[in-house]
């Protein structure tokens, strides 16, 4: 999904909400008026009530005070309640519109961040930087300067470190930071990122534009684990660079996490992947220190 329809579909589901309480209490209201009882009280508190609006005397006031209690009564009787007349909408603040002002309200927000995880591979929504459990200084430091990256949509990232070095963890964090931030996101393994070009190399120009389109239009992509993939000549490093450079030209943050060597990124892939990856101006490069400590930049 892109970020056009991830909004159609969030604004969709509170419009569905709105229907629902609009519904229930319109529902509601169409039973009272076939009751005789309450049918013969709101006729009467309406006739009250546009006397008092006409100017009439200020007895009217009591008069009305009183039928609404006798109003309320009855619904207590009926096991009703005042608030079950008008539509309980789920957010008070925009009544289930999505908008404040011409600006998102924070329920808009909270469905787009959802539909944003659910369209995202493996991506759990606990790995977030305050669960972060991480104590060692230096990745520490590391996730610090991550989550103002984040913040900030720039430059990109690649993070290296070995199995159990928490890459994934911190990977995950940064895209749930940027979903929680508003921006489109997109993660995945490098794994399902090799099978969808392979896809896209085998399909017609068309399909194949929609397939790598997805990858470029994202705001935020976030690749875990690269080098974890197949090699598939003329597919895997071509298009790797395609998406990696194109994302670059429009500025477009990336995030990667490798378990190899920068040598080994260059002997992988190829020489123009390398320097893209390496080029200290576009990338902050990291590395995340395991339990073994194994240094692997080299
Ligand atoms: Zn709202």
Redesign the pocket.
């Known amino acids: 999904m892109n970020k056009q329809q991830m909004l159609n579909s969030a604004l969709r589901i509170l419009e569905e909400r709105r229907n629902a309480a609009e519904e229930k209490a319109e529902i509601t209201l169409e039973r009272l008026r076939a009751n005789k009882q309450w049918y013969a009280l709101e006729t009467q508190l309406r006739a009250a009530q546009v006397d008092l609006a006409m100017g009439g005397k200020d007895e009217l006031k009591d008069r009305i005070a009183e039928l609404e209690k006798e109003r309320d009564e009855l619904l207590g009787k009926l096991h009703l309640s005042p608030n079950d007349l008008v539509p309980q909408y789920s957010?008070k603040?925009?009544n289930?519109?999505?908008y404040?002002d011409g600006r998102q309200?924070?329920?808009?927000k909270r469905e787009l961040q959802r539909l944003i995880i659910a369209d995202s591979d493996l991506m759990n929504e606990d790995y977030t930087f305050g669960n972060s459990a991480e104590t060692d200084r230096h990745n520490v430091a590391v996730y610090n300067r991550a989550q103002k990256l984040c913040r900030e949509g720039k430059p990109n990232m690649l993070i290296s470190g070995n199995v159990g070095s928490g890459k994934t963890y911190l990977l995950t964090a940064c895209a749930n930071l940027c979903a929680a931030l508003g921006r489109s996101v997109r993660f995945v393994t490098a794994f399902t990122l090799n099978g969808d070009m392979m896809t896209a190399h085998l399909q017609g120009n068309e399909a194949r534009e929609a397939i790598l389109n997805e990858y470029i239009d994202v705001e935020v992509l976030l690749i875990d684990d690269l080098g974890s993939e197949r090699i598939y000549k003329d597919v895997t490093a071509p298009y790797l660079f395609a998406i990696i450079n194109e994302r670059l030209v429009r500025k477009k943050q990336t995030f990667i996490s490798t378990n190899l060597t920068l040598t080994e990124i260059r002997e992988r892939y190829d020489e123009r992947i390398f320097s893209r990856l390496v080029d200290r101006s576009s990338i902050f490069v990291a590395q995340l220190i395991g339990e073994d400590k194994r240094l692997n930049i080299k």
């Not at 309200?105 to 808009?108: A, E, G, I, K, P």
Request: proline share 0%; with cysteine; hydrophobic share 20%.
């Open positions: 957010c603040k925009c289930d519109r999505g404040v309200c924070d329920c808009l």
